[in-house]
C-alpha cells in the first residue's frame, strides 16, 4: 500500500511538472500580427546562408495591432533574408501587415544606423515572413 501511495505521489508531481513545462513553453511562443509603415531597413548583406545567420533588420510605426499584443508605437524586427533582399519590392514609407515571433533570446543581433544602433534587446521580433504590402 504504501509503495502504490508512493508510486501515485511522484506520478502526481510528474505530471504537474509536465504541465508547468508546457504553460512555459506556451507563454514562450507568442506570436503578433500588425499593421505597420515602414520607416527603415538595413541592406542585404548578400551572404550565403547556412554559413552565417542572414538577416535584415527593420524598423516599422505600428499603426494597429491585428492580434497579440503589442503596446509600443514602434517597433524594430529581424527579417530571416536567406531568400534573399526581404525590401526588394517595399519602399520606406509603405504600408505593411507582417507577423512577427515574440522571443526572449535569439542568435543574432542585427545592427543597422537608424533601425538597431548598439542596443540589446530584451525581447527580439522576428518575421514569421517577408511583409506584406497593403
Known sequence: MLKRLAAWAISFVLLLAGQSLLQTRAATLRI???????????PHLLAK???DYV???ARYRVEKVLSGAYSG???VVDHPACDGNV???IRVGSRVKL????LDEYNVITMHP???EGEHPKIFYVASAPPKKL
Open 49 to 51: 546562408c547556412g554559413q
Open 32 to 42: 503578433v500580427t500588425l499593421e505597420a509603415t515602414l520607416l527603415a531597413f538595413g
Open 114 to 116: 537608424g533601425v538597431r
Open 55 to 57: 538577416h535584415q533588420v
Open 99 to 102: 507577423t512577427v515571433r515574440v
Open 73 to 75: 508605437k514602434e517597433i
Open 87 to 89: 525590401f526588394k519590392r
